[in-house]
């Protein structure tokens, strides 16, 4: 059977950086936790910001809370960016899950979205009133 070869490279996942704090916890099997707060997220994983470091591929849970509702995954952490910032990848989400984080995705971009359009409204009234 012959496959269709896409021209188009893969596209990456909408990310979503957050202005307010969002607590994080991670949870190991060893029971240990490690808080820290989400930087940035999407559904594939997200940016950490952790008192320090995590072994890369240490895997564990992680619960946070969204504007959605609560999102608790099987995430992996991969290489630090810095002592504080740490990437991770999901590993597993459960279907509900899954569902609020797309939903605090996709409610957090139509936000920016709108935060945007009325800048860049607010930006044209300002230079209409300008006095030169």
Known sequence: MPY???SQPPRRPDRVRFSETIPAVLRLADGNRASGR????SITGGLLS???PMRQGTVGKLMFLTPAGSVLGSAE???P??????PFKFVALRDDDEYRLQKTIKSSLEQARRDNREAVRDAGRIEKLRAW
């Open 50 to 52: 952790l008192s320090h």
């Open 38 to 41: 989400l930087k940035v997220l």
């Open 77 to 79: 952490m991969l290489t």
């Open 81 to 86: 960016l810095s002592w504080e910032l740490q």
């Open 4 to 6: 269709l070869v896409s």
